[in-house]
């Protein structure tokens, strides 16, 4: 077949992909090639245009190595990850909501002792966070993994810092008896997501700011049960109604209620105001 014009392109190079082996792979090349003929026809882009857009993603891949991906970044702020998020987290009542992973995980972070201080030494108004993990269900769920990590007062993670011998203001706990667990830490603050790359130039370029409302992220793991991955934003942050990842749920903001002095539940002295979250998070069954 010859003569590809506006009009008969697409589907020639649909039928291209006829042979393609795998369904799924057929479907996904296939629609992806429809919606983006459609978009080049309704906005019928310049050479120019398409040139810059070409390098855009050039950059956008250039900058990404171990410690930066600045795809996830681009899908972030463009609302993907989010729907990514939300076509495949369909839940029963009972199951925490999920938002975002973000950049800032780390594998095999301190596994501490419940009521440990997850962040010695950094400054910050103590928080002490108090959850229980159970099944969606009802059932406490004793022995699960919760792995939490957050910014600092000044909005960093440790993973930024280079002042810091890490890892800290993240950790590994495992829930007691009822599905309980505790741990001391610093209450977080708003941070912009990365904006020195290409990523950054597009919210400049469109008015947008790079800010994310303050929050601690959960990944909560236990056999027979979806890894939930998600975050708790504090009630009083900024940002809520304009998270640069969209990330917010209303179920997931709470009070992280500050007291004017201690000591904590546990007994340890705080010297001024703290903070105490409690959040009770539901897990989906496997089957
Ligand atoms: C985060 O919450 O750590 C995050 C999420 C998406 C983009 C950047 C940061
Ligand atoms: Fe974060």
Known sequence: MRDFNEFNITDAVIERFGATPNPRLKQLVSRLTAYLHDYVREVEPSFEEWLLAVQFLTRTGQLCDEARQEFILLSDVLGISMLVDAVNHRLPDGATETTVLGPFHVDNAPLLENGADMSPGMSGEPLYIEGQVIAADGTPLEGAMVDLWHSDQDGFYDVQRTDLVGPIGRARVRTEAGGKFRIRTITPS?????????????????????????????????????????????????YLDSDAVFGVKNSLIREYVRHEQGPMPDGTPVAGTWRHLQFQFGLKSRE
């Open 190 to 238: 708003p941070y912009p997501i990365p904006y020195d790359g290409p990523v950054g130039d597009l919210l400049t370029a469109t008015k947008r700011h790079p800010w994310r409302p303050a929050h601690v992220h959960f990944m909560i793991a236990h056999p027979g049960y979806e890894t939930l991955v998600t975050h708790v934003f504090d009630a009083d942050s900024d």
